[in-house]
C-alpha cells in the first residue's frame, strides 16, 4: 500500500494529453515539492519533473508539472507510443522523516 | 558525470542479513547538499523508499522497516552501503541506490540520477 495515490493506469491516443494525479496529505503533498518519475519495464526510474513543475534540462516541455494542497498532477501533451511507460510520484513526508512514492501509473498510447 | 552503481548477492537465504552496495561518481558526500536513498521495487510493483544518508551523516529509514535496516557511508571510497536483516521472501526485489541533490536551500527532495538497479531474489 503506497502513501501517495494515482491512477493505475491512463490511456490517450497519440497526439493528445493526458493527466496523471498523486494524492497525499498535508505531511507529504501538503508540506514538500513533489517529483515524478519515468519508468520503462526493466530500466531505473528517470526524474521527468521536480520541485512540482521544474523540468531536467533534457526532458521536453511536454511534460508538465503542477501541485496544489494535497494533491499535484503530470500532464504530458503531445502524446506519443514512445510516452508508454509507468510513472510514480514522489515526495518526502514530515511526519514519517522519510521518503514516500504513488503506486505507480502506467500509461497506454492507444 | 554522475554514476551510481548498485552491488551485492543476487541470493540470499531467509533469516540472512543482506548487504549491498552503492559506488558512486561525480559527486562527494562530504557536502550537506547531497545525500544518496536506497529504493527497492518488487516485480511488477510499485517503488518503495528504504533510507537516505548525507553528508552531515544523519540517517533517514523507512518507518516500516527501520528496525531492520542500517545505513553507513564511506566518503574517501564514495561508496554507500545498506544492510538488510532477517530477509524473507517478500523481500526480494530490484534494490536501487540514487542520489539526491538539494541544489538550494529551496530545493525539495526529489532522485535526480539513479543506479542501474541490482536483483535480489530471497529463497532456501
Known amino acids: 500500500q503506497s502513501v501517495l495515490t494515482q491512477p493505475p493506469s491512463v490511456s490517450a491516443a497519440p497526439g493528445q494529453k493526458v493527466t496523471i494525479s498523486c494524492s497525499g496529505i498535508r505531511s507529504n503533498i501538503g508540506n514538500n515539492y513533489v517529483s515524478w518519475y519515468q519508468q520503462f519495464p526493466g530500466t531505473a526510474p528517470k526524474v521527468l519533473i521536480y520541485?512540482?513543475?521544474r523540468r531536467p534540462s533534457d526532458i521536453p516541455d511536454r511534460f508538465s508539472g503542477s501541485q496544489s494542497g494535497t494533491s499535484a498532477t503530470l500532464a504530458i501533451t503531445g502524446l506519443q507510443t514512445g510516452d508508454e511507460a509507468y510513472y510514480y510520484c514522489?515526495?518526502?513526508?514530515?511526519?514519517?522523516?522519510?521518503?514516500?512514492f504513488g503506486g505507480g501509473t502506467k500509461l497506454t498510447v492507444l | 558525470q554522475v554514476t551510481l552503481r548498485e552491488s551485492g548477492p543476487a541470493l540470499v537465504k531467509p533469516t540472512q542479513t543482506l548487504t549491498l552496495t552503492c559506488s558512486f561518481s561525480g559527486f562527494s558526500l562530504s557536502t550537506n547538499k547531497m545525500f544518496v536513498s536506497w529504493i527497492r521495487q518488487p516485480p511488477g510493483k510499485a517503488l518503495e523508499w528504504l533510507a537516505r544518508?548525507?553528508?552531515?551523516?544523519?540517517?533517514y529509514y523507512s518507518t516500516s522497516l527501520k528496525t531492520r535496516l542500517a545505513i553507513s557511508k564511506d566518503t574517501s571510497k564514495n561508496q554507500v552501503v545498506l544492510t538488510m536483516a532477517y530477509m524473507d521472501p517478500v523481500d526480494t526485489a530490484t534494490y536501487y541506490c540514487?542520489?539526491?541533490?538539494?541544489?538550494?536551500?529551496?530545493?525539495?527532495?526529489?532522485?535526480?540520477?539513479w543506479g542501474r538497479g541490482t536483483t535480489v531474489t530471497v529463497s532456501s
Open positions: 514522489g515526495t518526502w513526508d514530515t511526519s514519517l522523516n522519510g521518503g514516500v
Open positions: 520541485d512540482s513543475n
Open positions: 544518508i548525507g553528508g552531515d551523516d544523519y540517517k
Open positions: 540514487a542520489r539526491n541533490y538539494y541544489e538550494s536551500s529551496a530545493t525539495g527532495f526529489y532522485m535526480d540520477a
